[in-house]
């Protein structure tokens, strides 16, 4: 069962953001499959600038322009469409993590 609930946490937080921002840019090479290849290039991205640079706010920024690069390439579209989708599934990312956070938060309290 925790596996499950890991897998369904982890496509949730990192595949579905790509998916929709695919969606909403009109990414005409946005399946299950290419998108899942894009997660694994943006989890490979900040590995790499994690272990060159380090952490903090430049690594991560050089991480969503390598990441903008690498979706680009990935989705064969276009610097700018690779840019925005790295920026736009971050921002999903964010409001996710946010989400289930709250709704921790939420749980916990109920149960106290």
Known sequence: MTIVLTLSLLTL???APIK???QVLKIERSG???CFV???A???ASVFTELVIGEGFFPTLVAIVITSI???LVFRTTAVAGFVLA???TAIQFAFTL???ALGVIVAYSLS
Do not use: E, N
Request: aromatic share 4%; net charge negative.
């Open 38 to 40: 894009a997660v694994i």
């Open 13 to 15: 937080i990192m595949l």
């Open 99 to 101: 989400a289930i956070v």
């Open 32 to 34: 299950i499959d290419v």
């Open 87 to 89: 920026l736009l599934s």
């Open 20 to 22: 929709l921002g695919t």
């Open 42 to 44: 943006a989890i490979a």
């Open 70 to 72: 690498l979706f680009s």
